[in-house]
């Protein structure tokens, strides 16, 4: 008979495992088990295994467990994905929710930085919460090799229902097309917050997304928002940019993957960017035209600190909101390249006092000293503030503590 | 042959210990300067000039004749150091000799020791070699935990191994004491040549209050060989040898600092502690040691130190590049130096007068006059486990092996804050426990845990709970930890064990803390 694997194991694997299933005819459930912390948890991932094997009504199997410390839920997420290989099994093995009631997302939330993690590599997942991004985005697409891109599902389904994201916005990078559409059955019943959705170049894209969302909503009865950040990839893309960021509702930003970009042009990505400054630019238009968020493409050398702080200045006045994290050390740089300067708050504190003052004295006009301020002025002022207070930057009561 | 145990006992620490270990009796741990010890210290036998060339040339032809000039018969105790680490190339071949001339039951009494070392195993095994008192790390811990060592292993801390010698719970009969520098007369330091390892300090007691005294090196300079971090007047005789280390393996500490970014944040919150509670003031000193989270957290510290305009008064290093680069900028006064890590320590210690060599017994010997350890004002160490009374353990695993020995874990658990910055489970493995496996440092000397899930203090600092209130530092109780864990990895089963002693904790005063059994395999 067949023998099926799923998982990870060997070499500098750690926190995963990898699960083998030999169905036999006859002497129930026999189970091999390596695993460095067995003298921890041997009993209890024995128990696993046969109320998994339970649970898929599967009653002769070789089953074997070669663990490199696997938490439970991912321990799940790979019997599942071997036992798939065997039969068209309807019933999925669900993880417990670890964090019930967490506050669905809005649309107007901080996406600065968020941090992609391959979707089918566990170890990477534990600890992300804590370098506290925006957003963590579970990549179900290029991250993640053709051929795991099935136990991915299951990996990344259960990762959001029992991995903790702090503040972080759960994210999920789907694939391309009807795979994509297909990916959805798997993210949306448990607790996504938003959805990205690559190589987008048309807004039909967007639609079939939304309603497919939709759709799953209804039937697993939710009513928490699920966003969607498109990815411009493309000229094609870039062309039809301000359709898609006005194709439904629920899209709530756009971003740039410049590498694709680059090589649809045909043309080297370069440092300067000068390749794709007509596409950032026209991105960042649609964008604002939109009253969406615009991304900036990720920057891959996670060595380079100082070119990705340059970067994301140079990015923040282009008019972009936020940027990929591709490693959990330019989380920072990102998020304080980004923030307000204190310059800038000071500036904008000043015009904003201003304003209300002159609001309380009832006067229609705003002067700082002997300037007019303009109501855009104001507006800007009054975003500048609002990221300041997101960020820590200024308390809530500011206006109160000021003398 | 003598019983490895006798008779087992409660200490005030709650642990099973034995009365008697290797066939002399033992004192239980008694509670954290509670024992007070009587008599007087050990005394070796008084030599005389006339025994030793008045030219003061001490050289022999090799190893193996100065073995033998020293009268090295069965049943005698031998000590070597772990000055060369993961590199040294004495211990081995000492036994090699012992077990070529079929001398048997030795007591191995080694600082240190480390998985070069496994080549000792089959000494174990066929008589040579009796028991090990020192260290078991890697796989001499599993032989010991298997249960396979004729006599019972003992472990001691640095400052622990110091007073036993000194107190003569630990007698010497030879000591090899390998150095990268010495002269025909003895006096050697660890400063120049190519085993250079910076301090040899631990070798000071052997020096000190061993019968026999040899000194091996591959540098032999003409008298004198300055500084005589070991004096000439102690050395009976001197080997010249091609190596006696593999410079690369000797500076096989982490030298570099992590960069794992869970890692570092621990590191950062660690550093961030210690500057809202404003331990990092001005004319303060730490211990760091040599891992890369250590490191990482002097790398912090540094950072504060910059931009706060503060200056240390010292360091405690186990040094490296980043501490003398501290101490070369100005950050810090004076680096005292226990175990230099790599090359740039080796440097800085032959170069700069600020930088200076100890030993355990200036650092941490208990029965003395006072120590250093006590002065200093955090001390950044790590742990295998903690339990929900601050409890901690360094030597074995969650699994019950014995894997590491203590170091000066447990005597700088007497500096005025003792913060452990360890991640809260890693792949799977918790570290905070309902009940340690080994006792190595009692919860009432251990104040901070610091985990990338938050920072636990201990009840009993009010001071600290109360420095950190309104500092935005994510404060938790040990018990929130503990409970965060089990509900991500799960409640851990109990490793097994028979009911036979393999070995014993020591405490930093000669009394017994705590015993390690033989693991059920």
Redesign the interface.
């Known amino acids: 008979m067949k023998i099926v694997t799923a998982g990870n194991y060997g070499g500098r694997i750690r926190s995963d495992c990898q699960v083998m299933i030999e169905p036999t005819r006859q002497g129930g459930i026999e189970i091999e088990l390596v695993s460095k912390v067995k003298a921890l948890y041997g009993r209890g991932m024995i128990a696993q295994i046969q109320r998994a094997m339970d649970h898929f009504t599967i009653q002769n199997a070789r089953v074997s467990l070669h663990d490199s410390g696997a938490l439970p839920w991912v321990i799940d997420a790979r019997l599942e994905a071997a036992v798939r290989q065997l039969s068209d099994v309807k019933d999925e093995l669900l993880s417990p929710l670890a964090y019930p009631g967490s506050a669905p997302s809005t649309r107007d939330r901080r996406r600065c930085s968020r941090l992609y993690l391959p979707g089918n590599s566990p170890s990477l997942m534990i600890n992300a919460y804590l370098h506290r991004p925006d957003g963590l985005i579970l990549d179900l697409e290029d991250a993640v090799a053709p051929d795991k891109k099935p136990e991915a599902r299951m990996l990344v389904r259960n990762a959001l229902r029992s991995l903790n994201f702090g503040h972080s916005e759960k994210m999920v990078r789907i694939n391309q097309g009807a795979v994509g559409i297909d990916d959805l059955n798997w993210i949306v019943p448990h607790g996504v917050d938003l959805i990205l959705l690559p190589k987008c170049e048309s807004p039909d894209a967007v639609i079939a997304v939304d309603e497919k969302i939709r759709q799953l909503c209804q039937t697993y009865e939710i009513d928490r928002e699920i966003w969607i950040m498109p990815i411009i990839e493309s000229a094609l893309g870039i062309e039809r940019a301000y359709a898609i960021a006005t194709a439904t509702h629920s899209v709530v930003a756009m971003a740039i993957g410049l590498e694709d970009f680059t090589a649809d042009l045909g043309v080297v990505r370069t440092p300067e960017g000068a390749e794709s400054l007509y596409a950032r630019h026209a991105l960042v238009n649609a964008c604002k035209a939109a009253g969406i968020q615009a991304i900036d493409s990720v920057f891959s050398d996670v060595e380079d600190m100082e070119g990705l702080k340059a970067n994301v200045l140079k990015s923040k006045s282009l008019g972009f909101d936020g940027m990929g994290c591709i490693h959990p050390r330019q989380i920072r740089v990102i998020q304080e390249g980004f923030a307000p300067t204190a310059e800038e708050i000071e500036k904008a504190k000043r015009i904003v006092l201003a304003f209300m003052e002159a609001r309380k004295k009832g006067l229609g006009v705003v002067a700082l000293g002997s300037k007019m301020i303009d109501p855009p002025v104001v507006k800007r002022a009054e975003r500048v503030i609002g990221q300041a207070v997101q960020q820590g930057l200024l308390p809530d009561n500011w206006h109160l503590t000021m003398e | 042959m003598t019983k490895k145990y006798d008779q087992l006992t409660i200490n005030a620490a709650g642990r099973e210990v034995p009365c008697e270990i290797n066939g002399k009796k033992a004192i239980p741990y008694q509670g954290v300067g509670q024992y007070k010890p009587e008599g007087k210290k050990y005394g070796p036998s008084i030599p005389s000039c006339a025994d030793y060339p008045a030219d003061g040339n001490k050289l022999v032809g090799s190893l193996r004749e100065a073995l033998v000039k020293c009268g090295l018969k069965d049943g005698m105790t031998i000590s070597t150091h772990h000055h060369f680490r993961d590199g040294d190339l004495l211990a081995n071949q000492i036994f090699d000799i012992a077990h070529d001339l079929g001398i048997r039951d030795l007591v191995w009494a080694p600082s240190a020791s480390f998985p070069c070392h496994e080549h000792l195993i089959q000494y174990l095994e066929d008589g040579t070699i009796s028991r090990i008192e020192g260290s078991m790390n890697g796989p001499l811990g599993r032989f010991t935990s298997q249960g396979r060592m004729k006599g019972m292993a003992v472990l001691r801390s640095h400052g622990g191994r110091y007073q036993a010698i000194q107190d003569g719970d630990l007698k010497i009969d030879i000591t090899v004491i390998g150095a990268a520098c010495a002269d025909p007369f003895g006096n050697a330091n660890g400063l120049f040549g190519t085993s250079t390892s910076g301090s040899i300090g631990f070798a000071l007691a052997d020096s000190q209050y061993a019968d026999r005294v040899i000194v091996v090196t591959d540098n032999l300079i003409p008298f004198p060989c300055v500084p005589w971090q070991i004096q000439g007047n102690y050395v009976d005789c001197t080997v010249l040898m091609d190596q006696i280390g593999i410079p690369e393996k000797i500076v096989s500490g982490t030298t570099q600092i992590t960069k794992s970014?869970?890692r570092?944040?621990i590191a950062e919150l660690t550093a961030r502690f210690c500057e809202a509670t404003g331990i990092i003031h001005e004319g303060f000193s730490f211990q760091s040691g040599a891992g890369g989270t250590s490191l990482a957290v002097g790398d912090f510290f540094h950072q504060i130190m910059k931009e706060k305009g503060i200056r240390a008064r010292f360091a405690r290093g186990g040094s490296n590049l980043y501490l003398v680069k501290m101490l070369e900028e100005g950050y810090i006064d004076y680096i005292l130096d226990g175990q230099t890590f790599d090359l740039h320590g080796v440097k800085s210690m032959a170069d700069n007068p600020r930088h200076v060599a100890t030993s355990p017994f200036t650092s941490y010997n208990y029965h003395g006059k006072g120590n250093f350890a006590g002065m200093v004002d955090v001390a950044i160490l790590g742990a295998t486990e903690i339990d929900l009374n601050f409890n901690a353990n360094v030597v074995t695993h969650?699994?019950?092996y014995l894997l590491h020995g203590i170091g000066g874990w447990q005597n700088c658990l007497f500096s005025k804050t003792v913060i452990l910055p360890i991640p809260l489970f890693?792949?799977?493995?918790?570290i905070i426990v309902d009940q340690v496996t080994t006792l190595c440092g009692p919860g009432e000397l251990i104040d901070v845990i610091v985990t990338?899930?938050g920072i636990a203090i201990n009840p009993l600092r009010e001071d600290l709970l109360t420095a950190v209130e309104g500092k935005g530092l994510p404060i938790r109780t040990i018990n929130e930890l503990y409970e965060e864990a089990v509900?991500?990895?799960?409640k851990?089963?109990k490793?097994?064990f028979e009911d036979e002693i393999v070995a014993v904790v020591k405490w930093v005063d000669g009394t017994l803390l705590d015993s390690i059994r033989r693991v059920r395999e």
Do not use: F, N, V
């Open positions: 970014p869970d570092l944040l969650s699994d019950g890693r792949d799977r493995i918790p990338e899930r509900a991500l990895c799960g851990p089963e490793p097994e």
